[in-house]
């Protein structure tokens, strides 16, 4: 795990050690120790959650800075279906929005709405082509998927085995640019998506469906939101390069994948922890006659990621406006663009509970963990610096913590000891109790 890239790191110069971020965290992957967070990368998901939870900002999302365009001969944007609805789609329409991006230094632009539409394509094809246990589970949120495999590694043959539309689209992107510019070689061309979470970086860094990304870098939409804004103003005409209809669109906000599933039994649920609810259902096997389930992370799906600008309900309010002026699709999917969606590998079980490689050895330590468990409170209060009782005893465990580290055992103690200090003061010897016995001085 030593050499897994992690998109969100911790500034530690701003942690103030409120313990936030602690409850918050879906895989248990953060402590606070020493009066700061630290974060415990084999278990981090990359979902942002204490991101968007950090008062003082010390959770911090990163991305690739502007510059790393310079790195390649020619330039292509993958904007998120976000994008666009971070700003008034009655000015500033898709096609500004792409036209823009070609004007800050992009040599081409493809819309991963359109990588949604055929990922949509292939994932209906395969669902009425095989059999496996239903229902099966969106792969597009990365954060998701490695909340499967970390968390529930019993739902990973669940995960439908189509790529994420942003890899898709980084596929057919590259093909098409050097289909149109012949002088142009792939290693020359760099392919940047434009996304609304840092989930994404991580994916790109550490491919789970492919051996390796198609995709050379990520920009936040942050960072380009004002560089778009600044150009849009200038387009009195701008091109028309539309390649996706609402079906894509519409991917942005939670339900805009699964509506488009050839099912009337969907399920789509958005926020970490409504997530982890229901794949713990799916697990004791209570969600029946349920044929795909569209999970994402962040509330609200992609629009309410930690690196977009507009308020999450102001840009829902937007994608439903869209409804009613676009077409469910521009152009029907090709076989050429529908080949090598299936995944090059898949996703495996990532360990983070094991004690110890000693199978009786860690089953000691998991029977200690039980004991030391029943000896804490039971209020998960957080103020130990790890999320729960059991959380703590398991650091106690792997020497991490200390039983004292709990607030209501150490008060214990200290009152114990206390009781004990004033037992053994009663019981000093003559020769040294100082107190008065009743008696005058000298008489025995």
Sequence with gaps: MGDYFHSVVLEEDLCMGCTNCIKKCPTDAIRVQGGKARIMKERCIDCGECVRNCPYKAKVAMTDPLEKMADFRYTIALPAPTLYLQYDISKFGRDKILTALKMIGFDYVYEVARGAEIVTKASNMYLRNHDEPRPMISSACPAIVRLIQVRFPNLLSQIMPVKSPMEVAALNARREFCERNPEASPEDIGVFFISPCAAKMTSVKNPIEVENSGVDGVFSIKSVFFKLLKQMGKIKNAENILQAGFGGV??????????????????YVDGIQNVIRIFEQLEDDKLKDVDFIEAAACPGGCLGGPLTVENMYVAKTRNFRLKFVLPKMLNEVTETELDKTAFDRYPEHI???????????????????????SMLPALDCGACGAPSCRALSEDIV???????DCVFVLKEKVRNLAKEMIELENMLPPTLDNKSSGKAKGDF
């Design 250 to 267: 519409r991917w942005a906000t939670i339900g805009g994948e699964a509506k488009g599933i050839e099912s009337d039994n969907i399920l």
């Design 398 to 404: 792997r020497g991490k913590a200390k039983l004292t």
């Design 351 to 373: 360990d983070v509970s094991t004690l110890d490689s000693d199978l009786s050895v860690a089953l000691q330590k998991l029977n200690k963990m039980d004991e030391l468990c």
